[in-house]
């Protein structure tokens, strides 16, 4: 008889995003003349860049010639890519990246849910509250998990550290003691960037401990401030201890396109066996790499135009940030995020529940946002917004906001 993945079973619908599409929808219903603008799911709005898409054509006619036509691609990715990031992304930031340690993917949220696979399932895993969800549904499905507490709104058996406002958002160690430690920074959902003081306090515990830390790098393109790593790896002493994790959609506009790469260590080792040799053997068995299109594509993201294409996109979603952040702080609310990450998190106002005021801001205002319940216990209290808006439109939601404001108080 057939069995289940039970574990599957456990999982919690992630109703987050098709709750707030069914309320949306129902709002619409009632009030069809109503003009909602979104400013909640994360998902970019500005077209592929002209260097990206003049590489993508160009590797298209490629591909149609028998000369420079390409059927698999090499397992880890193409060298032209390869050597780009480790001297662009690694080796310009005094990070000893080498092109051998870097795996080419169609992603970073396939990455994260995909490389604890390499980890025993008796792994005690540790992830911030509040969460990106994919860290921890992956270890639900894998068995690293117990069952869903209903009361306390999160799994048995793992360790969640809380990112509060009087943490500034940054997780403190936690007291029982994790194998594997998911951290996200810049952070989505809170917006909040680490420091490197406050990233080797982590990299020395792990080293300490034994664990690994799993780094998800994928708003580093968001760090304003001079000051802060882009990288785990300019951390000391981070090859023992992280694999980081990369992505084209949110610096490069590919969420449709699909790029990402993962770094792994040759010093990363554990029970004996380097990760690298496990990853890549995962990898070499079940992917088949991403398209030459892309990775040419991706190649392009590093080229001088590409360059200042993409800088100049990232600072049309940061105004944007910048327009969010301002007009919520002038209206009196409390505002956190939105300076080295296209995320505003935003404390709801008079202690009112995220929910709540999701269908406040809808009814009022006509504006989506995401509850931060829908992260974490501890987003309870807090709402997220995202830059990732048409500028008009983000003016206008805010515009919005700041009457209803006005008329609530
Ligand atoms: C958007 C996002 C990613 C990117 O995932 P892709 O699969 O590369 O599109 C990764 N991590 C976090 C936290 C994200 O918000």
Sequence with gaps: MVTVNKNYLKLQGNYLFSTIAKKVAAHQKENPEAEIIRLGIGDVTQPLAPAILKALHKAVEEMGNVETFRGYAPEQGYEFLRNTISEQDYRARGCEISPEELFISDGAKSDCGNIQEIFGTDNRVAVCDPVYPVYVDTNVMAGRTGNFNQERGNYDGLIYMP????????????????????????????????????????????????????????YEAYISNPELPHSIYECDGATECAIEFRSFSKNAGFTGVRLGFTVVPKNLKRNGAGLWDLWERRQGTRFNGAPYLVQRAGEAVYTPEG??????????????????????????????????????????PENMGSWEFF???????????????????CGEGYFRLTAFGDREKTKQAIERIRQIESIRK
């Design 359 to 377: 269908a406040y801001l809808l009814e009022k205002a006509n504006v989506v946002g995401t509850p931060g319940e829908g992260f974490g216990a």
């Design 163 to 218: 990112c509060t406002e009087s943490g500034g958002f940054i997780p403190e160690i936690p007291r029982e003691i994790p194998d594997l430690i998911y951290l996200c920074f810049p952070n989505n959902p809170t917006g909040t960037a680490i420091t490197k003081p406050q990233l080797q306090e982590w990299v020395d515990y792990a080293n300490r401990i034994g664990a690994v830390i799993l780094y998800d790098a994928a």
């Design 307 to 348: 360059r200042q294409e993409l800088s100049a996109q990232v600072s049309y979603y940061m105004e944007n940030a910048r327009i969010i952040r301002e007009g919520l702080e002038g209206a009196g609310f409390t505002v956190y995020g939105g300076i080295d990450a296209p995320y505003i998190w935003m404390k709801t």
